[in-house]
Structure formats: C-alpha cells, structure tokens
C-alpha cells in the first residue's frame, strides 16, 4: 500500500485514512485505552493478540452484515429504482493486519467491472463508472447515455433489481449499430435508433429526426415510441451516496469496546 492517512483527528479513539495502489481502501487504527480505558500490564501483554481478534471480528461483522444492510438501504437507481445487486451486498473484503483493519471492495470480480470500480462513484462521488452498454452507446452516438428508468421497466427491460438486462442491453447495441452502418431495418418490429443534434457522425441526423427529440435513444415499435437513454455531451457526476468513512468510524465507535473487552477476557483466560 503506498498514500496517506487522511482526516485523522488525535482525540478520536479511531484514525480512519484512506489508502490508494490502484482501488480504494479504507485503513482503522484504534487507541485501546482510549476505547475501554487504561489497562494493567497483564491486559497490556494479552492486547496485541486480543485487539487483533477483536478487529477480525469487527471486520467480518462489517463485511457480512453492517455493509449490506447500508446498502440495501441507501442504494437505488438515479430515478429510485431497485435495490443493489447481491454482488454489491457481497462485495467487500477484510484483513486484519496487527492492531489495524483494511475495508476493501473486491478487484476481481470475473466478467464485467470489478465491485472495486463500480461502488468507487458511490462511495466516494465524482464521474459515474462506466458499463458495457454505457460504453458502446458513448462509442456509437459520441455521447454519453443516462438510462431512462421508467421508460425501462415499463418496457421489461430492467432486472428485479433494476439493473439492465443483458439480453436487453445487447439488442439496443445491435440496433444502434445497425442504424449508425446505415444497414435496412425492417419497417416493423422493435427498432432502436439515436437522434443527435449537431452530430457530425455518420448514420445520425444532424436535427431531431423524424418528429423525435434530440439527443436521445428511442426504441420504436409500431405506433410505439420510447426514450430508453437521453444522451448528454458531459458524463454524469455523482455526489457519495452516504459519508462511507464516517459510517465505518460509528460502527466502530459503538461496537470495538465490547469487542475487544471480550476478546481481552478470553485472552486472560487461556493463560
């Protein structure tokens, strides 16, 4: 790990910082004594190992059960949609090195992003992270998409949780694709065209096609019209969804006492 700690006060019990190689890790360091109060010279003997016991055990309550359920509770889609995807809810690892806990989101997550990448923007705020549908509309039409929700679920498009399905996903790539190669679409059935305003790209008029507003994706079906993306030149910031860091230093406050208390007392027994 290389970085700074940052934000970290000397009367907290807790020094909380953020440490960065390459993905974002949450670093807590613990003032015993000034958690549970001062310890005889036995105590003392026993706290490298019943504090490192104590921190495994809040790092695990952390991972399996406090994250999850602040993200279930604070996480929706932009237009209030749907609840974080299990992968999210299980997305965080822990390691206790000593009398200091690392928090750190998975890096390797198999196919996709990693849950590293993707909870980055919500935990911390700044430039939404990029999917694959994200990247082959902004690759296609020049700009970058905002899904429209409603307009999704009502058309089936969206996972019970509110994500974009992929098969849904690939057919809107297929068609943009079609449409930007100039190829014949059939003059019935689902389509799916962009109208760009000012674009200079090939395959896209530059006015509002057809009766449709600029900017924007629309799936056509029929007499049916549907935005299924609006199209923006700038790539959607996002403020951090709940203060991540001092969430973590409240948990910590309330339950590190009792934990260690308790694994200081199993310490002093075995000996």
Do not use: W
């Amino acid at each position: 790990m290389v970085g700074g700690r940052l934000d970290c006060s000397t009367e907290d019990p807790l020094l909380c910082g953020l440490e960065t190689c390459g993905e974002t890790v949450l670093a807590i360091e613990f003032d015993v004594e000034n958690l549970i109060g001062r310890l005889n010279v036995i105590e003392k003997s026993q706290l490298p190992y019943a504090g490192n016991q104590a921190l495994k055990r809040f790092g695990f309550l952390m991972k399996s059960q406090i994250l999850p359920q602040k993200f279930d509770k604070e996480f929706d889609a932009p237009d209030g949609y749907g609840k974080p995807v299990p992968r999210t809810l299980t997305a965080f690892l822990y390691k206790a090195d000593g009398l200091t806990l690392k928090l750190y989101p998975k890096k390797d997550q198999g196919k996709g992003l990693s849950a590293a990448e993707y909870l980055r923007s919500a935990l911390y705020g700044g430039e939404a992270t990029d999917t694959s549908i994200h990247k082959a509309i902004q690759a296609i039409t020049g700009l970058y998409p905002i899904p429209a929700y409603g307009n999704l679920k009502a058309l089936g498009a969206l996972t019970q949780r509110a994500d974009i399905k992929p098969t849904y996903a690939a057919k809107v790539i297929s068609g943009l694709e079609r449409n930007f190669a100039r190829k014949q679409q059939p003059a019935s059935g689902e389509r799916f065209v962009a109208s760009v305003i000012g674009s200079s790209r090939g395959g896209f008029a530059t006015s509002a096609r057809g009766g449709l507003k600029g900017n924007a994706v629309y799936r056509i079906k029929g007499n049916s019209i549907a935005a299924v993306f609006t199209l923006s030149s700038r790539k959607t910031t996002l403020e951090p969804v709940f203060d991540y860091e001092g969430f973590v230093r409240q948990q910590g406050r309330q339950l590190l006492p009792d934990l260690i208390r308790d694994s200081l007392r199993k310490a002093l027994e075995s000996i």
